[in-house]
Each structure stands twice: as C-alpha cells, then as structure tokens.
C-alpha cells in the first residue's frame, strides 16, 4: 500500500544511447597511433577525427572529472557507465592552452550540452593526433557495448554508442 501511496524508487535506465560528441569521422579504437587507446587499456569504445573544436556532452549525466588541461573530461552516465573524452594526443603537454572549459566536475549535463572548446589549428601544430578517443572506463561494471556503424557524425545527434549495465 506505502509503494503506491508514495511511488516507487526511480530506476535508473538499463542502456543507454552514446550520442557523437564532436562533428567528425568515426574510427576505431585500433585506428588510434597510441597503444594505451588501440590496445585497449583504459577501456574500449571508439575515436573520432575531429571537423572542428566544439566538444558536447554524449550522454545526460554529471561531469566526474575534468582535467586541469581541459584537454580530457569524464562523464557518469544516468546508467553508471563513465566515459573518457579525451581530445588529441599528446595533448595534456599543451598544459590548457586552446582549450576553453564551459564546465565544471560535478555539472549536471544533457546529451548536446557543450563541454569543452579547442582549437583545432592549434592541436594540429603542437600535439600528436586530434584524433579523440570516446572510452568506456567501466566496461567491466557494465553489460554489453555495441558500437554503431557510420563514417560521419555531427556532434549532439549521431548514435555511436550503446552501453547496458548489468
């Protein structure tokens, strides 16, 4: 009787839709000129060749970690799974500079929210790649990941990813 009177608990959904973050070509993981993301060691997902320098929230969730660089940011998904967007490589040696936060950790965030600005220019001449590894730091706590199939995805639409929790 309590339960209906006073509603149930709010279930937190079971799988979740990895919109595309930036405007770009979708690559995977292999594809990346860096072992720690081709081979997989913080966690699977895919990469994607930046158009420009506008980076948005692919999922709704809370902003857990943004790197002092800003060159990085991780996010909890409603469903637990916690995803790295990490802008380029060799980036976090540009110590911030070109990238411009729009938030904070702990920011509650909307899939197409902007999180973080770069420019691309600028990425090209001083680091490595622009190529942006999307990973799934917790694939281990989590169900199946299917990466969908495309070439070019527009930021904010473009599903790239599915993740299931347990």
């Known amino acids: 009787m309590f339960k209906k009177l006073f509603g149930k608990k709010e279930e937190s959904p079971k799988t979740i839709s990895v919109v ?36 948005v929230s692919p999922v709704d969730g809370e902003i857990m970690q943004l790197f002092p660089t800003k060159h990085a940011v991780g996010i909890k998904a409603a469903n637990g799974a916690e995803l790295l967007i990490h802008i380029g ?22 899939a197409g929210d902007p999180l973080i600005t770069f420019d691309v220019s600028l990425v090209e001449e001083k680091a490595k790649s622009t190529i942006t590894p999307i990973i799934l730091t917790n694939g281990d706590d989590m169900g199946e990941l299917v990466k969908k199939d495309g070439i070019k995805v527009e930021a904010g639409s473009g599903e790239i990813l599915e993740i299931s929790s347990k």
């Open 20 to 55: 595309a973050p930036l405007s770009g070509t979708i690559k995977s993981l292999e594809e990346v000129p860096d072992p720690v993301f081709s081979q997989k060691m913080m966690g699977d997902g895919i990469a994607i060749v930046p158009d420009n320098g506008k980076v």
């Open 89 to 110: 490589l060799e980036t976090v040696s540009m110590k911030g500079e070109g990238f411009e936060a729009h938030v904070s950790e702990g920011s509650k965030v909307q």
